[in-house]
């Protein structure tokens, strides 16, 4: 009978699915191990390409080979039979010709790279170009400003993996039992003496997922985004973007105050000096984003510069000129932060749109700026060595910034050293503003010459210990720590601008707070919950090293809040509001933020306090995404978008042979097949069997 | 379900009471009492020398001894038909649960929570602590048993009156929103599921060629097996939409507090889905085609219409669609929305029946068999032998059947589906079984009580132990037997 | 329902609305109705009004099997040019695969 067939069938059918998944979820669970805290690869698009790397929808599956030399690599590509595999790789193996002969070889299913930190650093690893931000900046202007010859790159050890499209997966694993398991693992299963006896063993495989949903280039991807179906729209990819943060010395005047004498800023022509840092930096793996030389350094470096010019200059004075703290986003990825700050000067809506109906600033234009000074790839050079200094354009305005800063650094220690101006700038985000309107009196403090003396830009080892940090926790600083070389470098930056502000040097005693440099440092580079930022008013920050990158628009990284609050902790000013008025009323007060901060800097018994600034944050995305039927590969404005993927997971397990495999399938099939004529035969002779009486 | 209604002693009794007649008054049931007419209880299957064993049964009828003789042996072959319908709802339950399981399993969508919840369950159980969720779920399943209720209390007023447009409306609607919509929301997670890229045109037809049919069938006229399917189907997307949209521990809740309200519509004097069939009995008409689910699956023998409708009141019924689809009646009033489907389901508890159909004479079988020739033919074959034997065999009309709402299907599948949707084999299958037992026992009442009984009680009561004890118990006993490798 | 309680009449109704039916983008109608009366229009001894639904069963099947015909043309070429097809490869496709080109 049909039914009765069907039930059998039902019954056998369950019964082997049973059979493939003996005990469900709690065995599966010993099946497998994850490996938790494993950072991955994804992937990242422009207008033109795709970069990154991507699984299977379900990952990939491949058997662990640990590569340790050479002759590992040429056994996987050459020997090994029972593919696919997933090579772990030490961070010093981890080279782009290494990769492209496992891409090359159709053997590999996936790369782990295993790193405990405790193992010797690469002479060098740096995933990005040997060019960083090659397209954009002043390149659009006036061609290529990265050298010719691959000798004179700004990133000698630039490997370009960042910027390349993978097939495979690659995770970062950083946890020491799971590195042990790994190795636990790939020696008790996967070692044998020759390579086809790995064809009847079970052996040690990961499966690593990170699928991702964006494909071909930013163009498609976004279109595809506005794609709906009846209930549901999807996401494949998100613009890169965050958050600006920008505050100026003195409060702004509005354009109604403006007719009237007032004791706030009416900017002139020239008249206010920038003071920039990049905020972000890039990595290949998700969530593991430090940037010590990359971005801290010159935040830090900015910050506490913003705090000491607050102390110089007694609120009762008034100057003429201001000064903007300019902290900016995305720069890694072609300039997106400061493209967008020099697009909204261009259009008259930085910071903001101008409304005729309320108070508020006049917007700041590219007129109004005079020297601007950018902070990149700060660190405290070999001793005895200058810091740099690069400029575009030979004029006396930045002759007589560089002259200030020589003349200030005498005092502290700190020496600078003028390159010749060139059109080959090191990439920052200068570029974008030189390349709007190309006289403005610029220039860019680096560590480095014509080259990077950072081994390890943009990448995941570019961490505390590359600048050789240590936390003193209020006990004395060391002569020779980066602490006080930034200490000293903030005072000679405030000194400057501030003669720049005032017009003569500073004879005052103010200067920056050492305790403050090291508790900035320490907040950025290791404890993200430190004091400081739980006083500005973030308590639920995690205990771990900050991530820099970017983020994407919709969420902005926590980085840019963080700063944005201490900038506001270090430089505001007290106010009598409660939390309910802690905020400003947008149609009477434009001027001013208000921060709720939960204890004062310094003291952190206070009470909480609100926190009157200038401080504010304006969009960092690109201007690619705001400008209506943008041209997606014109190459004008970065591009950048970040693939959605539901997760990223990397699972340990031992996989059956395949002979093994194909040994249980047949099985299930033989049995489903007996069932079945089984089922047939007792039907066709269910009279005899069951006659009743 | 007008068969079952108006002929016989009606759903509650029809059973075993019918199968009591047959013996006594073969003779003149046709005649006297067309809607008792007596028939064969034997489903196709039946071997022959089971017939014969029937023959002698009847032959020996009317005489005193072979009375209580005949008794015994109407009650044996009574167990036996139960047993016949028992099978026979096991593949329609088995399917719908097939349906939802494989779902469920290869679908990430249906078991994951992204916050959606029904309007009907306001709480969403997001607190940490047990007995919050405890309460959360109680007062979900509370509200939606308040719903539940008053649906059911509405749909039994609109009957009571007369109101049919409006309840056929409200049927067409709820069939229509879940062959589309829900069909929709299915055909899309499914390309999801899988990352397929089929096309807007395709996607389209597809949906519109199967909601189109599936209306035909379902409210007019269409193949049985076609129509059998659908109403599956729609049970099975039902009740994957529960599994979605019901908060965990409500979902558990409910599927407890229906089998009570269950037990009270169907048993109480006052129970709502027994005055609805008192009614319906009283008004000797059908009571919505698509309110109850028959397992009758097979119409064994060809009937002519000729001949119903002349002999008989049920033959003009035959020709009614309500009548039609009698065989197999979609019990579908879902609405899109979960109140309904509950509330329906609690309308339409199993009721076991018998239905006697028809009896016809001698000549009339003869036609049908002239007709049969076309027809199934390996039934034909079975009916022909015995038609040339005794005029008597030959009506053996399988009409009557157990009758399972198809909301007592949906809570089945939601019992095992939800079971399925924490990944454990073991537990959706104890759960599987757990669910087919509880029927079988339920249909063994119904033999015994010859009442209408509730469907779910026993059914959910032991898929709830079977869950609970084999997720408790059972899964880490005999994970902690395979992690120390007992077995080998 | 059951084709064979219905009288001859009422098939060739319910096989000619499913026939006309089918012409409203149902081909599925159409497969139905040829599956359906099949043996009512050819297995059966002849009766009133068979010839009429073997017209009609015999329309429906060669509809039917037009339009899968047509149907799987063109889901083949789908899938094999959405690609290459781009932005109108994108827009006629129902849910764009994730990762895909």
């Known amino acids: 009978m049909f039914s009765q067939h069907f039930i059998i069938l039902i019954f056998t059918l369950t019964y082997l699915s049973c059979l493939s998944n003996v005990n469900g979820q709690r065995l599966k669970e010993l099946m497998y191990e994850n490996i938790d805290g494993a950072f991955a690869c994804f992937r990242r698009l422009n207008g033109t390409h795709q970069f990154g790397c991507t699984s299977a929808r379900s990952g990939n599956v491949g058997v662990i080979h640990i590569i340790e030399s050479q002759s590992d690599v040429d056994w996987l590509v050459k020997d090994s039979l029972a593919p696919p595999y997933v090579a772990v790789v030490h961070p010093s193996m981890f080279t782009k010709s290494l990769l492209l002969s496992l891409q090359s070889s159709g053997k590999v299913n996936g790369v782990a790279v295993i790193n405990n930190g405790s193992a010797e650093r690469p002479e060098s690893f740096s995933h990005e170009d040997s060019c960083p931000n090659r397209y954009s900046g002043l390149s659009l202007r006036q061609g290529q400003t990265c050298g010719v010859q691959e000798q004179k790159v700004w990133n000698p050890s630039g490997t370009s993996i960042l910027l390349m499209d993978w097939n495979f997966p690659i995770f970062y694993v950083t946890e020491q039992s799971h590195i042990n398991r790994l190795y636990d693992c790939h020696q008790t299963h996967n070692v044998v003496p020759h390579p086809a006896d790995q064809l009847d063993r079970s052996l040690c495989a990961l499966e690593l997922r990170s699928h991702m949903y964006a494909s071909v280039n930013s163009k498609k991807c976004i279109q595809r985004n506005s794609y709906k179906t009846l209930f549901s729209q999807m996401s494949f990819c998100d613009p890169l973007g965050g958050k600006n943060v920008w505050q100026t010395l003195f409060p702004r005047s509005t354009l109604k105050e403006s007719s009237v004498k007032s004791d706030k800023q009416v900017e002139s022509n020239g008249s206010i000096a920038v003071l920039a840092a990049r905020l972000d930096a890039n990595s290949m793996f998700d969530g593991l984003v430090p940037s010590s030389v990359g971005a801290v350094t010159s935040i830090v470096t900015l910050i506490a510069t913003a705090e000491l010019l607050h102390k110089m200059i007694p609120p009762s004075e008034s100057y003429e000129n201001n000064v903007l703290f300019l902290l900016l986003s995305g720069e890694s990825y072609d300039y997106i932060g400061s493209s967008r700050i020099v697009y909204d000067m261009k259009h008259g809506v930085f910071p903001v749109i101008p409304d005729p109906s309320v108070a508020q600033p006049p917007p700041i234009g590219l007129h109004h700026i005079g020297p601007f000074i950018e902070l990149s790839q700060l660190n405290k050079p070999p001793l005895g060595h200058p810091l740099h200094i690069h400029r575009l354009n030979a004029s006396s305005e930045t002759d007589k910034l560089i002259s200030y800063l020589k003349r200030n650094g005498q005092y502290w220690d700190i020496q600078f050293k003028d390159l010749p101006p060139s059109k080959n700038l090191p990439p920052a985000s200068l570029q974008t503003f030189l390349a709007e309107k190309p006289d403005i009196p610029g220039i860019i403090v680096t560590e480095h010459a014509m080259q990077y003396s950072n081994q390890f830009y943009h990448s995941v080892l570019d961490d505390i210990n590359n600048i050789k940090f240590k936390y003193s926790n209020g006990s004395r600083v060391a002569d020779d720590s980066i602490q006080l070389y930034l200490r000293n470098l903030t005072n000679t930056l405030a000194h400057t601008l501030y003669e720049h502000v005032t017009g003569k040097p500073y004879v005052g005693a103010a200067i920056a707070d050492l305790s403050l440099m090291d508790e900035l440092l320490y907040c950025y580079l290791e404890q993200s919950n430190c004091t400081l930022f739980q006083s500005a008013g973030n308590t639920i920050s995690p205990a771990k090293p900050l991530s820099y990158y970017v983020g994407v628009k919709h969420v902005p990284g926590l980085v840019p809040v963080l700063s944005g609050s201490v900038l506001a902790l270090l430089t505001g000013t007290q106010t009598s509001f409660n939390e309910t008025h802690c905020h400003n009323n947008v149609s009477t007060d434009q001027v001013y933020q208000y921060i709720w901060a939960n204890s004062k800097w310094n003291d952190s018994a206070s009470p909480k306090v609100c926190l009157q600034t200038t401080m504010n944050f304006s969009d960092a995305v690109s201007p690619a995404f705001v400008i209506e039927g943008y041209n997606m590969t014109s190459g004008q404005y970065s591009t950048w978008t970040e693939s959605v993927w539901p997760e990223l997971t990397a699972k340990l397990f031992v996989k059956p042979s395949f002979r093994h495999e194909l040994m249980t399938l047949s099985l299930g099939v033989t049995v489903l097949v007996l069932s079945f004529a089984g089922v047939l035969f007792i039907k066709v002779r269910k009279e005899i069997l069951f006659s009743p009486g | ?488 | 329902m059951d084709l064979s309680k219905v009288k001859d009449d009422r098939k060739l109704e319910i096989c000619r609305l499913y026939y006309k039916g089918g012409f409203a983008f149902l081909p599925f109608l159409w497969a139905v109705n040829f599956v359906w009366f099949y043996r009512d229009a050819f297995q059966r001894p002849a009766f009133e009004e068979q010839k009429q639904i073997k017209r009609y069963v015999i329309f429906s099947g060669i509809g039917a099997l037009i339009w899968s015909i047509a149907l799987t043309t063109w889901i083949v070429i789908f899938q094999k040019y959405r690609v290459d097809w781009g932005t109108v490869g994108d827009e006629l496709t129902f849910l764009i695969p994730s990762g895909s080109l």
């Open chain 2, 1 to 488: 379900m007008s068969g079952l209604i108006d002929e016989s002693a009606g759903l509650m009794d029809g059973h075993i009471h019918e199968s009591r007649a047959r013996g006594d008054d073969f003779d003149e049931g046709r005649d006297v009492n067309p809607d008792r007419r007596q028939k064969e209880r034997r489903s196709r299957p039946r071997p022959e020398h089971a017939e014969n064993i029937n023959d002698g049964d009847i032959n020996s009828g009317p005489g005193p001894a072979g009375d209580q003789s005949a008794e015994w042996l109407n009650d044996q072959e009574e167990l036996r038909y139960g047993a016949q319908h028992v099978i026979k709802l096991f593949v329609p339950v088995s399917l719908c649960m097939l349906v939802v399981v494989s779902t469920i399993s290869s679908i990430g969508f249906y078991s994951k929570k992204d916050g959606i919840y029904l309007v009907y369950t306001p709480f969403h159980e997001t607190s940490p602590q047990t007995s919050t969720k405890v309460w959360n779920a109680l007062a979900n399943a509370g509200i939606l048993m308040v719903v539940i209720i008053i649906m059911t209390i509405g749909l039994i007023l609109l009957y009571k009156y007369r109101c049919y447009m409006v309840i056929h409306g409200w049927l067409i609607l709820s069939s229509f929103i879940l062959l589309f919509i829900f069909s929709y929301l299915y055909l899309e997670e499914c390309l999801r599921a899988y990352n397929i890229a089929l096309d807007h045109i395709t996607a389209v037809l597809i949906l519109w060629n199967f909601g189109v049919m599936g209306m035909i069938c379902i409210h007019w006229v269409g193949p049985l097996r076609l129509q059998q399917a659908y109403l599956i189907f729609v049970a099975a997307l039902m009740a994957l939409v529960f599994i979605k949209y019901l908060p965990e521990w409500t979902t558990w809740v409910v599927l407890g507090v229906i089998s009570i309200w269950d037990l009270v519509a169907v048993l109480t004097p006052n129970g709502p889905l027994r005055i609805l069939v008192e009614t319906a009995q009283e008004r000797n008409e059908n009571i919505f085609p698509a309110l109850i689910y028959s397992s009758t699956v097979v119409y064994s023998i060809i009937g002519t219409v000729n001949n119903e409708s002349a002999g008989s009141s049920s033959g003009v019924q035959m020709d009614s669609p309500g009548d039609t689809e009698s065989g197999f009646v979609p019990s579908w009033r879902e609405e899109a929305s979960e109140r309904e489907s509950a509330r329906r389901r609690a309308m339409d508890e199993e009721e076991v029946q018998i239905r006697p159909r028809n009896s016809r004479s001698h000549n009339d079988v003869a036609n049908e068999l002239g007709l049969g020739d076309g027809e199934h033919q390996g039934d034909d074959q079975q009916r022909r032998q015995p038609a040339g034997r005794s005029p008597f065999r030959i009506r053996e009309d399988e009409e009557r059947g157990v009758k399972l709402g198809l909301g007592d299907f949906i809570f089945y599948s939601v019992l095992v589906g939800k079971a399925s949707s924490y990944g454990d084999w073991n537990t959706t299958f104890a759960c599987f079984v757990a669910i087919l037992i509880g029927l079988c026992l339920t249909l063994l009442l119904l033999a015994v009580l010859k009442k209408a009984l509730p469907a779910l009680p026993i059914s959910i009561t032991f898929g709830l132990i079977f869950y609970f004890a084999s997720t408790l118990l059972v899964a880490p006993f005999s994970d902690s037997l395979a992690v120390n490798q007992v077995f080998i």
